[in-house]
């Protein structure tokens, strides 16, 4: 199904780690929307499961992200999908909404290895980040000539709301504002 939909969705967050965002160009800007998708998703209803890759050397997820009651699957690998648990923790059939760091290595192995296993992928392009520019645009070039679908976060906060008669509808136009 080409429109995001909010019951059948989830929303994967990659590996946004302290020792790591700091090196990331425009990272603030990729914290930001990341934010944004998850203050729509607990709105939402919408289940996150967030990564972190070897957490003891880049730290935990960013202060800004951190949410207790999610789950977070540790790794050493870089793509996600052969991550104990990983898979686990995704519901079957959701289609998966991806924001993330880096661009070309754990973010572009994670949504590769998803579309192998025939997984509905949506790239969240201003919520993802690189330390290089180049690097982020390679990146999403092959995820979407893999058949991942290329979206920004306001697409997917709209397309999650389905209509401006959502309750949730002013709340969610006050933080792309």
Request: hydrophobic share 50%; aromatic share 4%.
């Amino acid at each position: 199904m080409p429109i995001i939909d909010p019951k059948r969705s989830t929303l994967v967050v990659i590996d946004f780690q302290e020792r790591l965002m700091p090196a990331i160009a425009e990272g603030d800007a990729a914290v930001a929307n990341a934010r944004r998708l998850l203050d729509a998703a607990e709105m939402m209803g919408i289940t996150v499961v967030y990564t972190e890759q070897n957490p003891k050397g880049l730290g935990g997820t960013v202060a800004a992200l951190r949410a207790e009651r999610n789950p977070v699957v540790h790794k050493a690998t870089f793509d996600s999908v052969r991550a104990p648990g990983f898979l686990a923790a995704l519901t079957p059939a959701h289609a998966l909404v991806v924001a993330g760091c880096e661009a070309h290595v754990c973010v572009c192995q994670t949504v590769l290895g998803l579309l192998a296993i025939r997984r509905q992928v949506y790239v969240v392009r201003d919520a993802i980040g690189a330390r290089r520019a180049e690097s982020k645009e390679t990146a999403l070039r092959r995820m979407e000539r893999n058949g991942a679908e290329i979206v920004t976060t306001e697409m997917v906060l709209f397309e999650w709301l389905e209509t401006a008669e959502h309750p949730r509808f002013r709340d969610v136009v006050a933080m792309v504002r």
